[in-house]
């Protein structure tokens, strides 16, 4: 079965990966205000999270406890191979979509 | 870094997560907020917080998480039916492993739960009224509001005249029906006469009452003047068959009917009570000369059925119009409204048609049986907390197991509901023992119908299940409550007895109310046993009063003079002691008085053994023009006359002159609570009805054998109706051994209440202490201040409950019992010492009975099982 990703959802999965070792909920949210200049809720976050998990894109484990957290863990996500699937074919989609498309951009 | 999230968003965050595992996201929160805290103000990262807070309460992400939550590993967050079957084997095992406190829990609820029973059959019965009739909705009764200055009455009645106009000028009622409800008589018989009554009616309430007719025609019937129609076991009862169809009975002074028809027994529950249905044209116009009137209400009463669908906006604005136009230069006032039928038997009206069942009646009852229930509640709750302690190992292992507070609390929930159920049965045994009993107390007994019908017996059950709740909310909500490890480690304890005070309150509260009820109980037997034994100043044992009915006075006083068994006898117009009838006096020269009088012949006063102090008697040949009077002390009194000059005063009584002969000495001519006032004896044979007579009372059954033999002789179809003077005054004081009844029945039920409350709490201080107690037996402690030890804390509630109950009581008797005019018996500190003592019997029998057996087991047999 093709599995659809929606732009957010793409875009965390995408953060997920540039992340590393090192993706969980704050990290992510503060990579995708950086990077790409979305400030969206932690709300709204872990819900594209869950439905990733949900998907079977994204898997997650509970890591240790730090101090500035106030003694609580961190749930550390990272990519499947289904993940890397989907990724990958909807890169692919776009790729053609761009060579078909008649946009010529001016920096081409 | 002092700064820290905000507490509230905090813990509505952990509220609104509950079991779900959030921990990492409650990371998430704190970390963004000392973030933004070090790079904002904090103000500024408490809003985000706050921000981000309701933005994760709204998430998916929290209600995927919610929905996977489980509270434990068994656990299962759906109640299904294989779990509600295991809570019901569960709470049966309980109540059969802790009998004894199951029996005492049932025993109380079945007491507390049996009076309400009668007030929801009572219920029941009343909310069913009427019901039967096809056009029930449609059928209104019209009832008049009359008002007169300040004097303000409501008549189920009104004017007969207003359902002539109704029918001529008022199109939108189909139907007009007229009743009055005076026929009634002697339906005259070979050998004795048969009372009756019924109502003359309109040859249309057939049809718009549905009462069925058996055979006949109904219509005819209710159209031809003189015409009757029977019910069937009226029928039965003057001819013996149903078969009665253009057969004749004769009423005794009002001529002849015609039987055109006969109705089926029709059902208990309406508001109508008739044997016979007369049509309303043989109604005797003679009978109320004013009958016409619009000021005229008794006994007339105007059913209305609409049309279908029909607005009674209409029917109420043309009666508006009506009382404008005819009470318009009249002092009376009236509003004629409507009822409609179903709730014509709970309305608080005057002169109502059938019986009637108050609403306000309905909440004193209310009252008394929400007083008996709630005590019976109370126990429940105290004893189950109280074996807290015996329990809260099961309920911490629960709770450790993954049981969560919903769970615990349909569990103890449905063991309450259980227990309920079983009184409820218990409690219906008690309410058919006390159903007839409680019917014979009620005036209109002959027509209430106690019997279990579905409804009752749902509603009975909905009760019992509402009962259930009541008792067992607060105890499930306890158990639910308690924290699993302290209740593992027998904690628990402790925190039962922190609600002790109020415990002990409620407990003094019963008891205070089961003394209320043992004072009154010897308050009002005092009442009626001095009513009893009351001194009337005149003789009244052995003398017989026969009713004269048609025959003549003189011809009975001939005929009973001659039996040997008869030792005097006397006529008057009835007895004194009962009532008197009254009458205006006039004197010659001064305004008129009222007066109480009796119509006596000589006889009368040596019969009576009442007391001449002046004067002399009637004279023995009595004369048809009066002549004479006897009057009393306290007329003389009232009258400012001297006794020496009283003789031959002359009075004007009635527009006739009559002169004082005699003085008698006070006595009561009236029931004892009325005070002695002006009264005179009269000389006249027309106004005689009975006879007194003198009897020797040590053959009763050959006394009035040779009474009915020569009464026989004067009177041919009429039966002897005699009766024992005094049982007829006792029968007056009936009211009196009801509320004695009732007093004592309700304090029978709220003592054993309390006292079953009572015992369960010894039970269960004596099982728990019973280590302690071996112990001390070990060290020396003697039998006896063991059982003290033990009593103590109960003596001191009962103390307590005494003082409390004296303080009740006297407040009640100030508030209620002094507003009664007729009340005699006075609260005295005999009678609060005579229940005082009671109480304390009753509660010492029940604390030692149990505190004794403690402190006598053998310290052996406890102490080595641990």
Not at chain 1, 16 to 29: C, E, H, K, P, W
Not at chain 1, 42 to 66: P, Q
Not at chain 2, 26 to 53: C, P
């Amino acid at each position: 079965m093709k599995t659809y990703l929606g732009e957010l959802e793409e875009l965390v999965l995408l953060t997920v990966t540039t992340l590393g070792d090192n993706a969980y909920g704050v990290s992510i949210q503060q990579e995708l205000e950086s990077r790409c200049g979305r400030n969206i809720s932690i709300g709204a976050l872990h819900s594209t999270i869950t439905r990733l998990e949900e998907k079977g894109l994204l898997t997650s484990w509970v890591g240790g406890a730090t101090a500035e957290r106030g003694g609580r863990s961190k749930r550390f996500y990272d990519i499947t191979q289904a993940g890397k699937i989907t990724l990958t074919e909807t890169k692919q989609l776009r790729d053609q979509l761009w060579d078909l498309s008649k946009v010529k951009l001016a920096s081409r | 870094m002092k700064s820290s999230p905000p507490k509230l968003a905090q813990k509505l965050f952990d509220w609104y997560c509950g079991l779900a595992k959030v921990d990492d996201l409650r990371g998430d929160l704190d970390e963004m907020f000392f973030h933004h805290a070090k790079t904002r103000s904090i103000t500024h990262a408490r809003y985000i917080y706050w921000n981000q807070v309701f933005s994760l309460m709204f998430s998916y992400a929290i209600r995927k998480r919610k929905r996977n939550a489980q509270p434990g590993a068994y656990a299962s967050n759906n109640i299904s039916f294989s779990m509600i079957k295991n809570y019901l084997k569960v709470a049966l095992r309980n109540l059969y492993q802790y009998r004894y406190f199951t029996l005492l829990n049932v025993f109380g609820l079945a007491i507390g739960m049996s009076i309400s029973l009668l007030l929801i059959s009572m219920y029941g019965y009343v909310s069913t009224s009427d019901n039967f009739h096809d056009n029930g909705d449609n059928i209104y009764t019209i009832i008049s509001k009359r008002s007169e200055g300040f004097e303000e009455r409501h008549f189920a009645s009104s004017p007969i005249v207003l359902a002539n106009r109704l029918s001529d000028e008022f199109s939108q009622a189909k139907e007009v029906v007229r009743i009055n409800s005076s026929f009634g008589g002697e339906v005259i018989r070979e050998r004795e006469n048969i009372p009756i009554h019924g109502y003359f009616a309109d040859h249309n309430f057939i049809t718009v009452f549905s009462f069925p007719t058996l055979s006949g025609n109904t219509r005819i019937a209710l159209s031809k003047p003189n015409s009757i129609v029977l019910t069937e076991s009226t029928a039965r009862k003057l001819f013996g068959s149903i078969d009665v169809i253009g057969k004749t009975i004769e009423l005794k002074d009002q001529g002849t009917y015609e039987i055109n028809a006969v109705l089926k027994d029709y059902p208990k529950n309406t508001h109508f009570r008739f044997e016979a249905l007369v049509s309303y044209v043989s109604l005797p116009a003679i009978q109320n000369p004013n009958i016409e009137q619009w000021t005229e209400y008794r006994d007339q009463y105007i059913y209305v059925l609409l049309n279908d669908g029909e607005h009674t906006n209409n029917l109420e604005t043309y009666l508006r119009q009506l009382e404008k136009d005819v009470y318009n230069n009249s002092t009376v006032k009236v509003n004629f409204d409507l009822l409609p039928l179903d709730q014509i038997i709970t309305s608080d009206v005057y002169n109502a048609l059938g019986p009637k069942w108050e609403t306000s009646g309905f909440v004193v009852f209310g009252v008394i049986a929400l007083l008996i229930l709630l005590p019976a509640c109370f126990n429940y709750t105290n004893i189950s907390i109280a074996r807290a302690l015996k329990r809260s190992k099961e309920i911490g292992l629960r709770k450790t197991m993954g049981s969560g507070k919903s769970q615990l609390f349909l569990q103890f929930i449905t063991e309450t509901v259980v227990i309920c159920l079983i009184s409820l049965l218990g409690a219906c045994v008690l309410f058919i023992l006390i159903r007839g009993e409680f019917q014979s107390m009620m005036v209109e007994a002959s027509v209430l119908d106690l019997s279990i019908t579905l409804k009752t017996a749902i509603l009975f059950i909905v009760f019992a299940l509402v009962t259930g709740l009541m008792a067992g909310l607060f105890p499930a909500l306890y158990f639910a409550g308690l924290n699993p490890i302290e209740a593992l480690k027998s904690k628990v304890s402790y925190r039962a007895f922190s609600g002790m005070g109020i415990r002990k309150a409620l407990t003094i509260f019963q008891f205070a109310l089961s003394f209320c009820f043992i004072l009154s109980l010897i308050v009002f037997g005092r009442q009626y046993r001095t009513l009893i034994n009351f001194d009337f100043g005149f003789q009244k044992e052995n003398i017989v009063t026969v009713d004269l009915q048609e025959v003549k006075p003189e011809l009975v006083k001939a005929e009973f003079s001659k039996l040997s068994v008869v030792q005097s006898i006397s006529l008057s117009s009835g007895s004194p002691g009962l009532s008197a009838s009254r009458a205006w006096i006039h004197s010659v020269e001064k305004d008129s008085v009222e007066v109480s009088q009796l119509f006596i012949d000589s006889d009368f006063l040596k019969n009576l053994k009442l007391q001449l102090i002046a004067g002399k008697n009637f004279p023995e040949t009595s004369s048809s023009d009066e002549r004479f009077m006897i009057v009393n002390e306290e007329f003389l009194i009232n009258n400012k006359i001297a006794p020496e000059d009283a003789l031959d005063k002359v009075f004007l009584v009635d527009k006739q002159e009559l002169q004082i002969i005699g003085v008698v000495k006070n006595f009561y001519y009236a029931p004892p609570q009325i005070p002695i006032g002006n009264f005179i004896f009269r000389n006249n044979a027309s106004a005689f009805t009975q006879a007194n007579v003198l009897v020797d009372a040590s053959d009763v059954f050959g006394t009035f054998t040779a009474m009915e033999n020569s009464w026989q002789k004067l009177s041919n179809n009429a039966k002897l109706e005699a009766a024992f003077y005094q049982d007829e005054l006792n029968e007056s004081y009936e009211v009196y051994r009801l509320l004695l009844k009732m007093a004592g029945f309700l304090g029978l039920l709220a003592i054993s209440i309390s006292i079953l409350g009572l015992l369960g709490m010894v039970v269960y201080t004596a099982e728990t202490r019973v280590k302690e107690v071996s112990i001390r037996k070990v060290l020396g402690a003697s039998a006896f201040g063991i059982t003290l030890l033990l009593s103590k804390d109960y003596l001191k509630l009962l103390g307590w409950s005494i003082a409390i109950g004296i303080l009740l009581a006297i407040a009640i008797y100030e508030t209620v019992f002094t507003k009664i005019p007729d009340y005699h018996a006075n609260l005295t500190v005999l009678d609060i010492v005579v229940g005082a003592l009671v109480l304390i019997a009753l509660g010492l029998t029940t604390i030692t009975s149990q505190t004794y057996k403690t402190a006598l087991s053998n310290p052996a047999d406890t102490l080595k099982s641990e």
